[in-house]
């Protein structure tokens, strides 16, 4: 069956009339004959959207019951059923009621689409998951409800739906989007001109992201290789050399005066596995380039313009940074180098060559270093074997003089060259072409034993031997190198593939350690060092000669292993990772060919150090956030819970004082009753608000004595009035320990809730059992329940799950609960009831911890209270500084 197609309305905000537009849709589809039927619409009162539902078929919706309340949702069967053309599916981003197939609604149109039938749906840009937490920067307000943006980006067509800022705001002052009473509010809050523009931008730019995918896809169905300048993308080249970071500066700069410009960095890697960048520059460069904005791409390649060339087509780049070659001028003359060679291939590319201090400085020293590539141990063996084997050769020809010609001495000594190339590498091998030379020349080639030629032959025969023999020694040797280096290459992968392990498990040697004591354990096992230690300069200290060696100017960070070092001077190796951070390696000598990997695990080491203290920060910002969004939460919940009531009692009172109406007595009881009750409601959360203020400071007394449950169970219930509460507490169980105020407060809190989730006829039980030296009382209701991924969530502040009125309070009952009944020492668990409910199991002491009975104690007196006791207030008081509450 053939998939259905997929379109998107996207809303920049709420009102533009995105719900519009897809109604609009569906109603010309249906006039050109099209099957189309509404599954799932919300017209938010809104007349002239309700006036385009009618004359479309609507699908009925199914009907779904949570906590006593019913809920109408998208029939997803209904409608495959019915299999129209089209089906108009309004808000993507929806969570369905729980009990469905599905969670969201976005799953239902997936069915929808696999039984082949044509979705048109609407979201708004603030319901995207990758922009959510963007939105609420921004706005302030969480969005519970996301969809994947992988979704939306499947979507066969998304369109905008647009409108300006202030076009919006008078679509809302008419009236044309909320209610008149919520207009003000609205306008005032999330609909402010600035947050308009904002969502209005993150919107055309996720569009404009999901345009470059489409585009990207189409180049790559029609096999496009042209630069098309839909958007400025400045690509810079890096090669790990030091001028990296130059180039980076000035590509981020080219690209910041093409406003929206995307940056992007590309390293060509040898294929043969072999680079000439060193690792910690191009980690470091990397770092750069992500921390102005940009990103890092690594691509393999023999031929580094090719390769830098098809990146920026493959990115449909604009403009390619390259650095002014590093070559001699001598270098140049035989080779035009990457930089020129690239501009001239580049065609629409605009290619900048920017110069820097390593421009035209040529690679004398690296040259150098190259020949000499080989250990001098095996260097000097090379020699040695050359100045053995080249006379013992000439012995043994001169001994065969009659029956081995001059050619085959020549070859003979041709292959002793390539033998001491293999061994010592290529200066051996020269020595010993020249030293062969001589002595076939002296020995064997006529005039015997002088140093002259008569034979033009021989001669030329002999020149070709050193020729030859260099070339062969010169190609044996880089053979050689390349087999040494590769497989030196294969090592440092390895290891650096197991650092990287390291690092994503933060483990080493399966110890239970940060990422960045995990390289360093790595780095310490790998080469067997005594001691590796991270440190880092004491900002107080300037940078100079004799600070870089005192003690005194350098702070630990981290370390493994044995005696710390103190000092860059205390190891047999050190690395600057830059000028504030040093690994100091302790143990034994390093050769050279270790740098490398020993700069990529510095390297590393320095990003897990900022990775860990962006995380310190991060975590010591994090009780700042909680408290600003308990703030936040509090401010939105308490504004209608004090507000009501307030409101109630006014208008009561306002009502038996007013002359102009006579009221009868049942009147006047009417109204005083409405105005002692909304009173007490109003000093109900007053009493909440300000216990949960006093567990947060850490201020509430508690003063435990021995309770009886059958005590305590009537008199809490006896708050409750008349509610339907079945008390089943058996006699003869130990007393509790705990403060009767504080839990009367817990049951009449857990009862009030478990009654108002209760069906009707359907009585709330409160039991009661003792376990060793607890107490358990149990309140058990047969609501709809809880699902077991949110019973955490239920208890933290200002928490509504599932309640979809603002008349069950502000979602205090619960969290204060369990605060208190930490406070005495106890806890509170949610069970699942046998065949359908929720079971409320407070769990307290029997006999008192450290005090005598009746002493009283408590958070207010912290020298006399109990240690236990202590430690869950503790922990209460850090959780309600770290939970998110929020209303729901």
Not at 402 to 428: E, K, R
Not at 580 to 608: C, K, N
Not at 763 to 779: N, Y
Request: charged share 25%; aromatic share 4%; net charge negative.
């Amino acid at each position: 069956m053939t998939r259905g197609r997929l379109r998107i309305y996207l809303g920049a905000a709420p009102g533009v009339g995105k719900t519009f537009a897809m109604l609009a849709e569906g109603a010309r589809r249906l006039e050109r004959g099209t099957d189309v039927v509404v599954g799932f619409v919300e017209t938010h009162d809104r007349p002239r959207t309700a006036a385009l539902v009618e004359g479309l078929e609507v699908v009925p919706r199914r009907t779904a019951a949570y906590r006593g309340s019913t809920f109408t949702e998208l029939d997803v069967d209904a409608v495959i059923a019915r299999a129209p053309k089209v089906a108009l599916v309004d808000e993507l981003a929806h969570t369905n009621v729980p009990g469905g197939r599905n969670d969201k609604r976005w799953q239902d149109v997936e069915e929808i689409l696999d039984a082949g039938i044509d979705v048109v749906s609407t979201v708004n840009v603030q319901h995207l998951e990758s922009v959510n937490d963007v939105v609420e920067q921004i706005t302030g307000v969480a969005q519970r409800e996301t969809v994947p943006d992988e979704v939306v980006r499947r979507a066969d067509q998304v369109e905008l739906v647009d409108m300006t800022p202030e076009a919006l705001r008078r679509r809302m002052a008419h009236g044309n989007v909320y209610a008149p009473e919520k207009i003000d509010a609205a306008l005032g809050n999330y609909f402010r001109v600035g947050n308009l523009t904002a969502l209005r931008e993150l919107a055309l730019l996720w569009l404009a992201d999901k345009v470059d995918d489409q585009l990207d896809r189409y180049r790559a169905d029609h096999d496009i290789r042209r630069t098309w300048e839909a958007r400025e993308r400045v690509v810079v080249a890096l090669t790990g050399g030091p001028e990296g970071d130059t180039l980076i500066r000035r590509a981020a700069r080219v690209a910041d005066r093409s406003k929206g410009a995307d940056l992007l960095a590309v390293h060509v890697t040898r294929s043969d596995g072999l680079t000439d960048g060193g690792p910690a520059d191009l980690t470091r460069q990397r770092a750069l380039v992500e921390s102005l904005g940009g990103s890092y791409h690594q691509v393999v390649g023999t031929n580094v313009p090719d390769a830098v060339l098809d990146f920026a087509r493959g990115v449909n780049a604009t403009q390619l940074v390259l650095g002014a070659s590093r070559r001699g001028r001598a270098a140049q003359i035989f080779s035009r180098g990457v930089g020129v060679t690239t501009t001239a291939r580049s065609g629409p590319i605009d290619v900048h060559l920017v110069t820097h201090e390593e421009a035209n400085q040529g690679r004398r020293w690296k040259a150098l270093r190259s020949a000499w590539g080989v250990p001098a141990r095996r260097r000097n063996a090379g020699f040695a074997l050359a100045a053995v084997l080249l006379p013992l050769l000439t012995l043994i020809l001169d001994h065969l003089r009659g029956p081995v010609s001059l050619t085959s001495d020549i070859l003979i000594f041709q292959a002793a060259v390539i033998g001491v190339a293999l061994l010592g590498g290529f200066y051996p091998a020269l020595f010993a072409a020249i030293a062969g030379s001589l002595l076939l020349n002296y020995y064997f080639t006529p005039p015997l034993h002088r140093f002259t030629v008569h034979d033009p032959e021989a001669f030329f025969q002999l020149v070709v031997y050193v020729v030859v023999g260099v070339t062969v020694s010169t190609i044996v040797d880089r053979t050689a190198r390349k087999s040494r280096q590769v497989s030196r290459a294969q090592t440092d992968s390895q290891i650096l593939s197991t650092l990287a392990g390291d690092i994503l498990r933060g483990d080493a040697g399966g110890r239970d350690h940060s990422a960045l004591a995990a390289i360093l354990e790595r780095l310490r096992e790998t080469y067997a060092l005594d001691c590796v230690t991270l440190l880092e300069r004491d900002p107080e200290e300037p940078a100079t000669p004799v600070t870089n060696r005192d003690p005194d100017s350098w702070i630990i960070v981290a370390t493994v292993g044995g005696t710390p070092c103190t000092s860059p001077d205390d190891g047999e190796s050190d690395i600057l990772v830059d000028d504030t951070l040093a690994l100091v390696l302790r143990g034994r000598p390093l050769p050279a060919s270790d740098r490398t990997v020993l700069e990529a695990f510095a390297a590393q080491a320095a990003v897990a150090l900022r990775h860990q203290r962006l995380a310190e920060e991060a975590e010591q910002a994090r009780p700042l956030a909680a408290a600003d969004r308990m703030r936040t939460a509090l401010l939105n919940a308490v504004s209608h819970d004090l507000r009501t009531p307030l409101a109630s009692a006014k208008a009561a009172v306002d009502s038996l004082r007013s002359p102009d109406v006579s009221w009868s007595q049942e009147d006047e009881d009417e109204l005083v009753t409405t105005a002692a009750e909304s009173l007490d409601r109003l000093d109900r959360l007053v009493a909440n608000l300000l216990d949960m203020s006093r567990l947060q400071a850490g201020s509430l007394g508690v003063t435990p004595q021995r309770v009886a449950a059958e005590d305590i169970v009537p008199r809490a219930l006896a708050d409750l009035g008349d509610a339907a509460v079945e008390i089943a507490v058996p006699g003869g169980l130990p007393e509790m320990v705990a403060d009767p105020a504080l839990l009367e407060r817990v049951l009449v809190n857990l009862m009030t809730n478990a009654v108002r989730h209760s069906p009707p006829g359907m009585p709330v039980i409160v039991t009661a059992s003792a376990h060793a030296d607890r107490l358990q009382l149990r309140i058990i209701d047969r609501g709809p329940g809880i699902p077991a991924g949110d019973r955490d969530r239920v208890f933290e502040p200002f928490q509504r799950l599932g309640d979809r009125d603002n008349d069950t309070g502000v979602g205090l009952g619960l969290a204060l609960s369990r605060g208190l009944a930490e406070a005495m020492s106890g806890s509170i668990a949610i069970e699942e009831t046998p065949g359908g409910g929720l079971t409320m199991v407070v769990d307290l002491p029997t006999k008192p911890r450290g005090v005598a009975s009746g002493e009283p104690y408590g958070v207010a007196h912290e020298e006399e209270a109990d240690p236990v006791m202590l430690d869950r207030v503790a922990a209460w008081r850090d959780r309600i500084g770290h939970d998110r509450g929020e209303p729901s």
